[in-house]
């Protein structure tokens, strides 16, 4: 039985609750929700369940620092736990994707995402990360603005379809079979 550190990426505040910055930190919640992870604990900056799934010790950690500081809560998370970074898989949101589209790559940059350079400040690049599509404005001038607004309501029955099969193939996930898991995920998405 293995224990791996799933983080979600996201602000906190209610006023952040809905932007699209903030998927990682929804795909956290519905992986505990679905999976019926523990209570959340405050701890290492941020907040904290563990659960179970397949064999593993899954903890899903949401950091409740600013995105730009990310990296102090899942760099304590990860000494605490002495984990490696094969341990590691960060959850974010992913501008060079179509909306609702999810991929699994094995390191990499960031492409500019704040929550993953502090993570690679703090640990190094090396960590599996699950890439949540969000789409791209269409120009540079308008990506904060897009990347910090709201889901349009028009987007809420796909991005609850995402969240769902995101949550619902997490056991292949944890089991180390991300062709699958995205696979699988789309597959739940057309159905």
């Known amino acids: 039985m293995a224990t791996q550190l799933w983080v979600g990426l996201g602000n906190p505040g209610t006023q952040y609750a809905l932007n699209r910055h903030n998927v990682g930190f929804m795909a956290a919640d519905a992986i505990g929700e679905v999976h019926g ?12 369940q563990e659960g179970r799934i397949g064999s593993d010790k899954i903890l899903l950690l949401k950091p409740a620092t600013f995105m730009n500081e990310s990296g ?15 341990a590691l898989t960060v959850f974010h949101d992913e501008l060079d994707l179509p909306p609702f589209k999810v991929k699994v790559k094995q390191g990499g940059g960031h492409a500019g995402h704040n929550g993953l350079r502090s993570i690679d400040q703090h640990l190094g690049a090396e ?25 349009a309501k028009a987007e809420m029955d796909p991005l609850v379809d995402m969240l769902g099969a995101v949550a619902a193939e997490a056991d292949r996930l944890a089991a180390g079979d991300d062709t699958r898991f995205m696979s699988d995920v789309a597959r739940r998405q057309q159905a």
Request: aromatic share 18%; hydrophobic share 40%.
């Open 127 to 151: 960590f599996r990360r699950v890439r949540l599509g969000i789409g791209h404005p269409g120009h540079k001038n308008r990506v904060t603005g897009y990347v910090l607004g709201n889901y």
């Open 37 to 48: 992870f523990g209570p959340v604990q405050k701890k290492f900056q941020g907040w904290l």
């Open 72 to 86: 102090w809560a899942v760099g304590e998370a990860m000494r605490f736990y002495k984990l490696d970074l094969d």
